[in-house]
Each structure stands twice: as C-alpha cells, then as structure tokens.
C-alpha cells in the first residue's frame, strides 16, 4: 500500500489559487526529499517541484517557477504545493512521490488529486 495521501485539487478559473497537500503515513518523513509532480490527459508525468528533506532547498520546473510554491511541514508528515496564477495548461492530476528532481520517477506515487483550471 502507498503511504501517500493527495489532496486539496479542485476546479478554478484561470488566475485561480489552490492549495494541494501530501501526507506519508509512517516513519523517517524528515530524511526524505519530496517532489509534486502531474499529469496531463494522455501525457506523461511531468516535474512540477522538489523540496529537500529539511526544507531549506527548493526547486521549480521553469512553467511553475514564481507561481507555485512547494513547502512542508515535517512535524505533520506533509508537503504542500500552493498554486496561484493557474492557468488552463496546469490542469491535470498532481502527485507526491518520494524522491527529489532526479530521483522520483522510481518512487510510488499517490491516487493524486484533480486540478482543472478553465478560462
């Protein structure tokens, strides 16, 4: 069973903020990088943001970057992604995944939670 739990997605208008959330159920969530990602109907996944496991170092894929914000609150055993400025093409289903910028594609994932952004 996948210890991570998404959620916080919903519909918005373009411009629209939300706030996305993951929480991993078990042990040693402050030694592990963390990283949102998403996937678009009939693409693959894509890299959203990675935050090390102490928070202190952060990193954005450049369509995200100045918009969304990844952060985490290690006493919670969570990470968050807040989105503001969306826009139509960040629609798609956002994931959590162990694992920093080069090192999440092997992870498991979550269900993932629904973002649709309209005009």
């Known amino acids: 069973e996948v210890p991570l739990a998404e959620s916080g997605g919903g519909s918005v208008q373009s411009g629209g903020s939300l706030r996305l959330s993951c929480v991993r159920r078990g042990f040693n969530f402050d030694s592990l990088f963390m990283t949102w990602v998403r996937q678009a109907p009939g693409k693959g996944p894509e890299w959203v943001a990675s935050i090390s496991s102490g928070g202190s170092n952060t990193r954005y894929a450049e369509s995200v970057e100045g918009r969304f914000t990844i952060s985490r609150d290690n006493r919670k055993n969570t990470v968050y992604l807040d989105l503001k400025s969306l826009k139509v093409e960040d629609s798609g289903v956002y994931y959590c995944?162990?694992?920093?910028?080069?090192?999440?594609?092997?992870?498991?994932r979550g269900q993932g939670t629904q973002v649709t952004v309209s005009s």
């Open positions: 995944a162990e694992g920093g910028y080069n090192t999440w594609a092997g992870s498991p």
